[in-house]
Nanobody, 123 residues
Framework: VQLQASGGGAVQAGGSLKLSCAAS????????MGWFRQAPGREREFVAA????????YYEESVKGRFTISRDNAKNTVYLQMNSLKPEDTAVYYC?????????????????WGRGTLVTVSS
């Protein structure tokens, strides 16, 4: 199983980034997918999730209206479009697969995790 996140980088406040996560080694289109983030000195937190079909999405309150999660099951890839970035969005972003297809905000429902990609937003 591999989840390879990419697209992180340094950006100024108000800017945009699009993260990608390429999956392999498991039936990608059977599972919900999520993005989490972890800032220095803080616990990993839920950012966004999408069901296996893409029919439903979920967002952490502080990113609603700014971030958009999507997936392309033909490419085994999940995306996170991040707009209007703020310094408090600075973190390592991880993608993960929810093999339970439930409780999308809970990290313990995700069995497969990628290594993460760093997003740094300067003011």
């Amino acid at each position: 199983v591999q989840l390879q996140a990419s697209g992180g980088g340094a950006v100024q406040a108000g800017g945009s980034l699009k993260l990608s996560c390429a999956a392999s080694g498991f039936p990608f289109d059977d599972y919900g997918m999520g993005w989490f983030r972890q800032a220095p000195g803080r616990e990993r937190e839920f950012v966004a999730a999408i069901t296996w079909s893409g029919g439903s999405t979920y967002y952490e309150e502080s990113v609603k209206g700014r971030f958009t999660i999507s997936r392309d099951n033909a490419k085994n890839t999940v995306y996170l479009q991040m707009n209007s970035l703020k310094p408090e969005d600075t973190a390592v972003y991880y993608c993960a697969a929810n093999t339970d297809n439930s409780d999308y905000t809970l990290p313990q429902r995700y069995n497969y995790w990628g290594r993460g990609t760093l997003v740094t937003v300067s003011s």
